[in-house]
């Protein structure tokens, strides 16, 4: 039987003969059933015209998702330490060669996923790759396909290796999470941050949103708990989202000037009026 995947957000759901009737995480307010509907694929579809894509940011540091992209746009961050490799957040498309180059480049002691929407196909993951998946608890009712590999943690701060650390910031979700590496950007520390702390179009700032796709935006209570979560971590480097939205340098003092003018702009004190 067939494991059915959303294609709208790379959603995948147990193996059954027909695909589900919805998909959960696109009915809730967060993501979008699409105008021409909900539709459904599986690997075995997607393997027919789709590779993984491989980009180094930095020694120790590759991105790599689908092309061509599918869903979200979900992408991974292959994180490589000294104590071990973390594959950081998940894309739906997985196949032998992804397997074979991560086992290449050492390996994989554990995957860590920032929010639900980058779930996606975390057992065949986890199963490709002998490891677990770490999910913060606080997002558990949004886990559409349990598996043994999944270990869900609790809590503020979660150390997977020496120098990572997995630090929920909540938000976008209560249990959004975001993983620090003290060794990356040669020893001034990463941060990879999903759409947890989201890099805008212009690679300059963060910002924050409940939900992207509908335009709902957090309450100044919530972005500054999430400045306050990541106060006792030093960063030069964000890796958001996508591919290509990096702040390259000064990543802390990006992140504090940006929790400054989100709430500026909430409390409409961001610029005189009439400008
Ligand atoms: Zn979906
Ligand atoms: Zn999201």
């Avoid at 809730?28 to 909900?38: A, F, K």
């Avoid at 990463?190 to 759409?195: A, L, P």
């Avoid at 972005?223 to 390259?248: C, K, L």
């Amino acid at each position: 039987m067939p494991a059915f995947i959303c294609t709208a957000c790379g959603t995948q759901y147990p193996p059954s003969d027909v695909p589900p009737k919805q998909c959960v995480i696109c009915e809730e307010e967060r993501q979008y059933v699409p105008p021409g509907g909900q539709g459904w694929t599986t690997l075995e579809r997607l393997r027919v015209d789709r590779q993984t894509a491989f980009r180094q940011y930095e020694p120790g540091i590759f991105g790599l998702g689908p092309q061509p992209n599918f869903a979200i746009g979900q992408r991974a961050v292959l994180v490589r330490t000294p104590n071990g490799n973390i594959l950081w957040d998940c894309t739906a498309f997985i196949d032998d060669a992804t397997v074979e180059i991560l086992e290449a480049l050492g390996g994989v002691a554990a995957i860590a996923i920032s929010h639900p929407h980058f779930y996606t196909t975390h057992a065949e993951w986890t199963r490709a790759l002998g490891c677990k998946v770490y999910m913060h608890a606080a997002d558990a009712k949004w886990v559409m396909r349990p598996d043994v590999n999944i270990v869900h943690w609790e809590g503020d701060t979660h150390s997977l290796l020496p120098g990572v650390t997995l630090i929920r910031c909540g938000g976008h979700f209560p249990g959004g999470t975001v993983l620090h590496w003290a060794g990356g950007a040669q020893g001034r520390g990463v941060v990879c941050s999903g759409d947890i702390l989201s890099i805008t179009t212009d690679n300059k700032f963060v910002s924050f949103m409940r939900s992207y796709p509908n335009f709902i935006p957090l309450s100044g209570r919530e972005v500054v708990h999430i400045q306050r979560a990541m106060q006792p971590f030093s960063f030069e480097t964000i890796y958001g989202h996508y591919m290509d939205r990096v702040i390259r340098h000064n990543g802390k003092a990006v992140l504090d000037a940006s929790v400054t003018r989100y709430i500026a702009a909430l409390n409409g004190t961001a610029r005189p009026e009439g400008e």
